[in-house]
Nanobody, 125 residues
């Protein structure tokens, strides 16, 4: 069974940085797409970025060049390094995974079958 557990959220001042983590179990050596989504109050869940376990990394236009998605395959941890955080980045951040043969766009949260419980990131002025 695939399980995802996020950690590392918290409060940070505008302009600051934060790294959140997602501990992943159950994917073995299979090719998965692992992603970070966020959901702001009253808004739909949106993708931040993600990576194929055997391939490339993708980012949404809003964070490309500023934030980094990475993975430690030995520890089975997915990271999201966030820099220059702003109040509009305040959201619940979720780790998600979809497995081999899963269809749909990597942007589309409805195509992901596995989710963590989320970790809150709050950015204050």
């Amino acid at each position: 069974e695939v399980q995802l557990v996020e950690s590392g959220g918290g409060s940070v001042q505008a302009g600051g940085s934060l790294r959140i983590s997602c501990s992943i179990s159950g994917i073995g050596d299979r090719s998965f797409f692992l992603a970070w989504f966020r959901q702001k109050d009253g808004k739909e869940r949106e993708v931040v970025g993600g990576l194929y376990t055997h391939g490339r990394t993708l980012y949404s236009d809003s964070v490309k060049g500023h934030w980094t998605v990475s993975r430690d395959p030995e520890k089975n941890i997915l990271y999201l390094q966030m820099s220059d955080l702003q109040p509009e980045d305040t959201a619940m951040y979720y780790c998600a995974a979809k497995g081999p043969g899963s269809g749909g766009s990597w942007h589309d949260w409805t195509t992901f079958g596995y989710w963590g419980q989320g970790t809150q990131v709050t950015v204050s002025t």
